[in-house]
């Protein structure tokens, strides 16, 4: 089983920063793609970034939150990051870790518990 567990969620003023990070623990496994997704009340959880973990680490990243965002990650430590600037009210929102990882040669797909952002204007 693999665990991810989300850090960093906070309230924060419009134009503030603030920053994730979501570390993967377990055995056995290696992963493959980390990304972060969000839900806002009423909407549809919608991806916000995500990083492959081999090679150079290609990266997307939704158009809404491009320039203002960043997604890294530590691999030695199986953690992603997401560096926040420029926050809006809009990106208010439960902010999920999501990794993909290969267990046996086998892709399995597990998310963390959310934490909160809040953006107040």
């Known amino acids: 089983q693999v665990q991810l567990v989300e850090s960093g969620g906070g309230l924060v003023q419009a134009g503030g920063s603030l920053r994730l990070s979501c570390a993967a623990s377990?055995?056995?496994?290696?992963?493959?793609?980390m990304g972060w997704y969000r839900q806002a009340p009423g909407k549809q959880r919608e991806l916000v970034a995500r990083?492959?973990?081999?090679?150079?680490?290609?990266?997307n990243y939704a158009d809404s939150v491009k320039g203002r965002f960043t997604i890294s990650r530590d691999n030695a430590n199986n953690t992603v990051y997401l560096q926040m600037n420029s926050l809006k009210p809009e990106d208010t929102a439960v902010y999920y870790c999501?990794?993909?990882?290969?267990?046996?040669?086998?892709?399995?797909?597990?998310w963390g518990q959310g934490t909160q952002v809040t953006v107040s204007s």
């Open positions: 990083i492959s973990s081999s090679g150079s680490g290609s990266t």
């Open positions: 999501n990794a993909i990882v290969l267990k046996d040669l086998r892709p399995y797909l597990y």
């Open positions: 377990g055995s056995g496994f290696r992963i493959n793609v």
